[in-house]
C-alpha cells in the first residue's frame, strides 16, 4: 500500500505481496484498508475481498503490538512493558516546579512525542532548557541520562544554561556526581528539511545509543516547514500541501518510533499563527428543538471559529464558564466543523474568558496534530501599565479595533500553562497553571 511502510516497517508483506501493487495503483492507504467496508476497498482495487478481510486481520494485531498492547507486546517489546508498571515506578523528567509537574501529571514521561506550542516570547525555551538540565538528574527528577537539542532556527544558548544551573534551587541540593553538566548536551543546527532528514533518521539513533540519550529536543519543528512551503515563489496550492501532510505524517511516525523503541523522550517545540473568524454575514436560524440558544447557535458563521458572544447582545445570558463547554458542543450549528472543534485540541479557544483577537492555532495544521501524544500549550497576556484601556477595544459596531491612546503600554507579561492533551494526565481546567521566568528558569505562581 502507499504508506503501509511508513505506518508498519517491520509488517511481513510476503503473504500478501500479491494484494500490495493493486492497492498501491488505487492509492489505498492503511487507514483506507482499516476503515472502509472490504467490498468497497476490493471494489476500487480489482481484488477478493476475502484476501482483503486476512490483510486487514493480519494488519489489527501488528498495529497493536506497536502500539504496546495486544498478545505478545511485553515480550517483543521490553520499554512498552515498561509505560504499564506500576505507577510507584513511573519515571517522568520534571520541570523542576512542583505546580508545573503536577498539572503535567508528574512531567514529561519517556516513550511519547510531546509538543511545546506558544507564540514568540511565551517561554517555550526556557521550559525545553530547563528539561536539558533536569533529565541529567537520578529519579525522581530526571533519568540519570544525557540530552540531545536539535535546533533549526538559534544555535542553543548555553550562556543561558549556565545561568539556570548556577541558579536554580534543585542542581545545588544534589552531590557533584550526580550534578548536571553541559558537556551532556549534545547540539547540532538543522538549517533545512534535507539535512533535518538525514540527522533525524541516520545520525539520532546512533547518537541515543552511544551517548545514553534520555530527551531529544527538536526547537522548532516548523521553522524549517515554513521556510520551504511558504518561502516567496513556492506553491501553495493543494499538491504542496498534500506534499506537506505526506511529510509530516513519515517524520510523526519517525518520531514517534524512537521515542518508543529507545525509551526517550522527544519534545519538540512549535510556533503558533494568529487565528482569524470570517464576519458574520446573516444570522443562523436557531434549531427549534433548542429552547435555550446559547451564544455558539446564533450569529455565528458555519465556517468560522465559534466565539464568546458580545454581552450586549445577550444581557439576559451571562458568558458560560468553561466548565460548561461540553454543554455548549450540543448547542453550536455545526460542531463536527474544524473551526468548532480546535477548541479542545490547540490550546486556544476552549476558555470563555478569551478575547478573539487572542487566540491563536499551533502551525503544521491538523495532519501535525495527529501525530502527537501530548501537547502543551504556552499562553501569554499583556498587562497594560496604563488604566485608561486595554490595546484592543471594542467599538460602536462591536468590531475589535486598536485603541490610539498613546499612554497605552505593555509593562509586563503574565505567563500560563496548558496541558491541552495527554494519555498519562487530564486536560488543564480554564488557564492552566501560572508561571514566571526567573533566573533559575520557568516557576508556577501560587494561586
Known amino acids: 500500500m502507499t504508506d503501509l511502510l511508513q505506518v508498519l516497517p517491520d509488517f511481513e508483506t510476503r503473504p500478501f505481496s500479491h494484494l500490495l501493487p493493486s492497492l498501491d495503483r488505487a492509492l489505498i492507504t492503511t487507514t483506507d484498508l482499516l476503515t472502509l467496508d472490504a467490498p468497497d476497498v476490493a471494489k476500487r482495487a480489482q481484488l477478493p475481498a476475502g484476501e482483503l478481510r486476512k490483510l486487514v486481520d493480519a494488519l489489527v494485531p501488528a498495529l497493536h503490538l506497536q502500539l504496546g498492547f495486544g498478545a505478545g507486546a511485553i515480550e517483543t517489546n521490553g520499554f512498552s512493558a515498561a509505560l504499564r508498571a506500576p505507577e510507584d ?23 511519547y512525542l510531546v509538543e511545546v506550542t506558544g507564540e514568540s516570547g511565551a517561554g517555550k525555551t526556557q521550559l525545553l532548557l530547563t528539561l536539558l538540565l533536569a533529565v541529567q538528574l537520578p529519579a525522581p527528577l530526571g533519568l540519570c541520562k544525557s540530552a540531545v537539542y536539535i535546533s533549526t532556527e538559534a544555535v542553543l544558548s548555553t550562556t543561558r544554561l549556565a545561568q539556570l544551573l ?25 538549517p533545512d528539511l534535507e539535512s533535518q532528514e538525514h540527522i533525524l533518521r541516520y545520525q539520532l539513533p546512533v547518537a541515543i545509543e552511544k551517548h545514553n540519550i534520555g530527551l531529544v529536543i527538536l526547537d522548532s519543528v516548523a521553522a524549517n516547514y515554513r521556510a520551504e512551503f511558504d518561502k516567496k515563489g513556492a506553491s501553495n496550492g493543494a499538491a504542496s500541501m ?3 501532510g505526506s511529510q509530516l505524517v513519515q517524520l510523526g511516525a519517525l518520531l514517534r518510533d524512537l521515542a518508543r523503541t529507545e525509551g526517550v523522550a522527544i519534545v519538540v517545540a512549535n510556533q503558533v499563527a494568529d487565528r482569524f473568524s470570517r464576519p458574520a454575514a446573516h444570522t443562523q436560524t436557531p434549531n427549534p428543538l433548542l429552547r435555550n440558544p446559547s451564544p455558539n447557535s446564533q450569529g455565528t458563521p458555519r465556517d468560522s471559529t465559534p466565539q464568546p458572544s458580545h454581552p450586549n447582545l445577550h444581557p439576559a445570558l451571562p458568558p458560560a464558564p468553561s466548565s460548561q463547554s461540553a454543554d455548549r458542543v450540543l ?107 526567573t533566573k533559575g528558569g520557568v516557576r508556577g505562581v501560587g494561586r
Open 331 to 437: 448547542l453550536s450549528p455545526d460542531p463536527l466543523t474544524l473551526d468548532h472543534q480546535q477548541r479542545w485540541f490547540t490550546g486556544w479557544g476552549d476558555d470563555a474568558r478569551a478575547a478573539p483577537h487572542a487566540l491563536k492555532t499551533p502551525s503544521l495544521g491538523l495532519v501535525w496534530t495527529n501525530q502527537l501524544a501530548c501537547r502543551i500549550a504556552l499562553v501569554k497576556k499583556p498587562v497594560f501599565a496604563s488604566s485608561r484601556g486595554p490595546l484592543v477595544v471594542t467599538n460602536a459596531k462591536g468590531e475589535d479595533e486598536w485603541n490610539e491612546r498613546e499612554d497605552t503600554h505593555v509593562s509586563k507579561w503574565r505567563r500560563w500553562m496548558k496541558l491541552v492533551f495527554a494519555p498519562w494526565a487530564p486536560p488543564s481546567e480554564g488557564r492552566g497553571v501560572e508561571f514566571e521566568i
Open 89 to 111: 515506578s513511573w519515571t517522568c523528567i520534571s520541570t523542576l516546579d512542583d505546580e508545573l509537574d503536577a498539572a503535567l501529571g508528574g512531567g514529561i514521561p519517556p516513550g
Open 242 to 244: 498534500a506534499k506537506r
Open 166 to 190: 548556577s541558579s536554580h534551587p534543585a542542581f545545588a541540593r544534589v552531590s557533584p556526581e550526580e550534578r548536571p553538566s553541559l558537556a551532556n548536551v549534545l547540539a547540532i543546527q538543522t
